[in-house]
């Protein structure tokens, strides 16, 4: 067969978006691959056709872009985000007296969703893995290396200082609310050498709510935080949100003009659709549509990225067959929110060491079978 064309491959890369339907959806039993044609993977090409695009990078949101990728490797990377990049949270809860009106088990519960920092070598190259105990063994395999210590000893006592009348009750009483900034840290054997000064482990928001007291009531418990992932449980996934989606395509098949182009505009987010005037060279071009309307205003496609794909232009009359709506099927806008952790570019990249030590423990088990 012929080499596709241009135009093929182009609409290859395109899922229709239509005012009624969503076509175009599908992919090949093998991605990339079509009957006739040779696909065979070849590195250099895979290369040349993959970009990564930064568009925000903030230690607690980064938004990015991976172009020239299936979705099947897309989302291996956002399921590793969330499932396999290991943090530290609160695993057990030792409480020596709580007399709050929260359940001693709600209350652990709320602990352990606490997200902590602390620095970079000791929660990533000192701290290992806590092993479960052998069954019918009292050894928990408690060390430096895998446990770290916290407690929370706080009880509620009125403010004699308090200005007569005064109802607020954190002005009236003393440790009326507690935070996350009262859990002390308890660093124990080498964790000391790790884990001080600006690198001590420490809330990520030392202002989260825990629990409300009044006087005579008190908290006072100790906590073990261990390592883990995502995938053994929610509290230990870096990430508050890890999403990506397709990137927007808007065609505009005919020219928009005047009030038509206004009201074309108001159908797209702000700062999707830019309104310019009809320059003399186009309104001199034969054919391009805009013969005789120089000077008037024309809508442009200014940023496609901002667009929600909501098809509210498809609803007018006015646009019937001046506009062709799809998603770009390779390109994948990545929206990633650290909980505090990890900075939010560093969750991708511990991504990629994840997905690379995937395939190769694969590769390894293929050989073994071929053997």
Not at 38 to 53: A, C, N
Not at 157 to 164: Q, V
Request: a negative charge.
């Amino acid at each position: 067969m012929k080499p596709p064309s241009a135009a093929e491959l182009e609409r290859r890369k395109i899922v229709s978006i239509n005012a009624e339907t969503v076509t175009d959806v599908t992919s090949t039993d093998y991605p990339g691959h079509y009957p006739g044609e040779d696909h065979v993977w070849d590195l250099e090409t895979f290369r040349s056709g993959l970009r990564i695009e930064f568009h925000k990078n903030e230690p607690l949101e980064a938004s990015f872009s991976v172009i020239g990728v299936d979705a099947s490797i897309a989302n291996a990377f956002r399921r590793i985000m969330i499932a396999d990049v290991p943090t530290l949270a609160i695993e057990t809860v030792f409480i020596n007296n709580n007399t709050s009106v929260i359940q001693d088990e709600v209350l652990a519960h709320r602990l352990g969703l606490i997200p902590f920092k602390g620095g970079r070598e000791g929660l990533h190259t000192f701290l290992k893995w806590k092993k479960k105990p052998a069954e019918g063994t009292d050894d928990n395999n408690l060390f430096d290396y895998n446990t770290v210590m916290l407690s929370l000893n706080v009880e509620c006592t009125h403010n004699e200082d308090a200005a007569e009348g005064e109802t607020d009750p954190n002005k009236l009483y003393r440790h009326a609310s507690v935070y996350a900034r009262d859990i002390v840290y308890e660093p124990i054997g080498r964790q000391g050498q790790y884990f001080s000064g600006d690198d001590i482990i420490a809330p990520v928001n030392p202002d989260i709510l825990i629990a409300k007291l009044r006087p005579g009531q008190c908290i006072d418990l100790t906590m073990h935080m261990h390592k883990g992932v995502g995938s053994d449980h929610a509290k230990f996934s870096p990430v508050a949100t890890a999403s990506y989606r397709l990137l927007p395509t808007i065609d505009i098949l005919k020219p928009i003009l005047g009030p038509d182009a206004e009201k074309f505009a108001r159908c797209f987010p702000r700062g999707v659709i830019a309104l310019d005037k009809v320059t003399r060279q186009e309104a001199a071009q034969e054919g391009s549509g805009y013969e005789g309307h120089e000077g008037e205003l024309k809508a442009v496609v200014a940023d496609p990225m901002r667009d929600t794909v909501s098809r509210e232009c498809l609803r007018h009359a006015e646009f019937e067959d001046k506009v062709k709506l799809g998603r770009r099927r390779d390109h994948f806008i990545y929206l990633i929110e650290s909980s505090g952790q990890w900075d939010s570019d560093a969750i991708f990249l511990e991504s990629i060491a994840h997905f690379k030590e995937k395939a190769r423990k694969i590769e390894q088990q293929v050989i073994n079978m071929v053997r």
